[in-house]
Structures are given as structure tokens and as C-alpha cells.
């Protein structure tokens, strides 16, 4: 909120050194709490500060083991986070990264299974690109910008969570029948043991049948 209200305004550039405005009173780049501190980037370019965020985050990714033609749709974003829909035979399991990382890629990996066993039926590819656009411009009105936005889901793992679930018809209350846990309780990933279990008993009955992705995007 105080960068959108312009507060705090983010300045992008490399750090070359830290400079105080009385250069005399301290040693170069070590100051006291009354002295006004800058930053100076590589560029030459000073910026007043009291407080320097080290938020290096991490690079986009490349997809260099992809062929040529691949890599900028693939880097563009994917449906569900797993597929890309002009990508034949390939998925990824770890892109819909959020806080709550390792049941995400459990869970990502029980829709992939159950998509390629021919439980689940995709959206058509023109469909699952609409989508993927409608995400991304989402998460660049809603979302700092950084390197990898269109990898992960972040702060909203329950929403994409409940949204997997519910492609895959499973049950997204984790905590149920505790009401009380359910509405107030923190979700763990130990709320989210069992999923392999429920899903094989799922697909066994006799009666299993295919299903259809939910019509909402995430």
C-alpha cells in the first residue's frame, strides 16, 4: 500500500555503495542514526534512504532445455500453473509455487495424473490461452512486478488449492467436520496428507467417471 500510494517509491538499479551526506562525520558507507544516507547505484545515481531492502528475488526462468520455438510461450505462462496448451507431452509440477509449496506440487501432480489417465478434460487450447491471459493481466494489475510473477501463486495457495480440488472433484475442507477449525483454524500441509489415498479410491470405484475442469480461472 505505500508503494500504490507512492509513499515509498521502488528505484530498480545495482547497488554499488552505500554514501553518508556528511562524508567527514563517519567512515564511507557506515553512518549513525541521525545521519541521512544514500545509496548510490552503479548508474551514478544517488538515492536518499533510511532503510535498503536487499529483495534480489530470482530470474525468470530460461527454459534453454526447451527447443527454440518453445521457450517464449512457455515463458508467457501457463494454465493451471502446470500445462501449456501449445506445448504437446509437457508439464511442470513445481511452477505454482506458493508458501505452502510441497502440497502444491502434490497436488499439481494429482491433476496432471488424473489428466493424462483421461479422467480430466482440459478446455480447448484457445480456451486455456484466454485464460492464461485473463491471469496474467490480473496478477500485473494486482502484483508487484518481479521476474517470475507468471510461476506462482503466492499469497492466494488456498484459492488455487480449492480450485485443483475442485477440478479434480475432491474435497477442498480439509479440516471438516471441526467447523470451528475449518473457519478460524491455519492450514498446514499435514491438512493436506491423504491426497494420494483419496485420490487412488476415487479412480478405483466402478463407477468413476471423467469430469470437466472448473469454468473459473486461477
Known sequence: SYVSSGKIAPVRG??????????????????????????QLTSGVKVLCDMLVLAIGSPA????FLPQKYRQAV????????????????????????????????????????????????????????SISRVNKWKAQNSLP??????GVNSRYH?????????????KYRKMPNV????????APSDYSGLCEEFREMISTSDAQKWRCLNVDM
Open 14 to 39: 545495482d547497488v554499488e555503495k552505500l554514501l553518508a551526506k556528511d562524508t567527514s562525520a563517519y567512515a564511507e558507507g557506515i553512518g549513525n542514526n541521525d545521519t541521512p544516507t544514500y545509496v
Open 61 to 64: 526462468p530460461t527454459f534453454s
Open 75 to 130: 515463458g508467457e505462462g501457463l494454465y493451471r500453473h502446470v500445462i501449456h496448451p501449445e506445448v504437446p507431452n509437457l508439464a511442470f509440477a513445481g511452477f505454482n509455487h506458493s508458501f505452502l509449496h510441497i502440497p502444491g506440487v502434490e497436488i499439481a501432480s494429482l491433476w496432471l495424473l488424473a489428466k493424462w489417465l483421461g479422467f480430466l478434460i482440459t478446455p480447448s487450447c484457445d480456451e486455456m490461452m484466454a
Open 146 to 151: 518481479e521476474s517470475g510473477m507468471n510461476f
Open 159 to 171: 484459492q488455487y488449492f480449492d480450485l485443483m480440488l475442485g477440478d479434480l472433484r475432491m474435497r
Open 180 to 187: 470451528v477449525a475449518e473457519v478460524l483454524g491455519w492450514y
